[in-house]
């Protein structure tokens, strides 16, 4: 079975700075079935990025996914309030078929 | 655009069945390239994959879920349906439908539903 670990669990930075969220998988994923959402307090998670590195639509370019294979990094480059959520990777074909990483909480510094 | 709400009772009696309905407004739920999923995430959790179900009732679902558990696809209704039976406190969770899918070979989840809480308890 396919496990997704997220790293670090907890990110506090300031609006502005730089953030690095890893996602590592137990098994090899198709960079074509790797994902990131997020989601904000009583909220449904929102799709940021697909196929590893493609954003969805109206997502503003300062969110980047990268990686392949086992490693994948979403990446958002220089902080707005709005971007401090909880996010999560998924994949889908290993199983159990889809899975999500547990999380990374991005927290104001 | 394709718009997902959930709807069901929220609070459903040990060992009884939990039944929610998603329906589909904005598009058909026939049209191919969807995999119409629940999703749940646990108070305070992370998100756990239940299922999903193609509009020709192929259903594939997880696991840990899949001897409790039924799918089901009303093309008629635009709507899909869950049913989670000898439910326990430990199936209390927010239910989220979503519309999953391998669209330009790539697979995601979007859009979602805004979620519905469902309390185990007597």
């Known amino acids: 079975e396919i496990v997704l670990t997220q790293s670090p669990g907890t990110l506090s930075l300031s609006p502005g700075e730089r953030a690095t969220l890893s996602c590592r998988a137990s098994q090899s994923v198709s960079s074509f079935y790797l994902a990131w959402y997020q989601q904000k307090p009583g909220q449904a998670p929102r799709l940021l990025i697909y196929?590893?590195?493609s954003r969805a639509t109206g997502i503003p370019d300062r969110f980047s996914g990268s990686g392949s294979g086992t490693d994948f990094t979403l990446t958002i480059s220089r902080l707005e309030p709005e971007d401090f959520a909880v996010y999560y990777c998924?994949?889908?074909?290993?199983?159990?078929?889809?899975?999500f990483g547990q999380g990374t909480r991005l927290d104001i510094k | 655009q394709v718009q997902l709400r959930e709807s069901g009772p929220g609070l459903v009696l040990p060992s009884q069945t939990l039944s929610l309905t998603c329906t589909v407004s904005g598009g058909s739920i026939s049209s191919g390239g969807y995999f119409w999923s629940w999703i749940r995430q646990h108070p305070g959790k992370g998100l756990e994959w239940i299922g999903y179900?193609?509009?020709?009732?192929?259903?594939s679902y997880n696991p840990s879920l899949k001897s409790r558990l039924t799918i089901s696809v009303d093309t008629s209704k635009n709507q899909f349906s869950l049913k989670l039976t000898s439910v326990t406190a430990a199936d209390t969770a927010v239910y989220f439908c979503?519309?999953?899918?391998?669209?330009?070979?790539?697979?995601?989840?979007?859009?979602w539903g805004q979620g519905t809480l469902v309390t185990v308890s007597s």
């Open positions: 196929g590893a590195s």
């Open positions: 979503a519309a999953g899918g391998i669209r330009g070979l790539m697979f995601r989840f979007d859009p």
């Open positions: 179900i193609y509009y020709s009732g192929s259903a």
């Open positions: 998924q994949q889908y074909g290993n199983s159990p078929l889809i899975t």
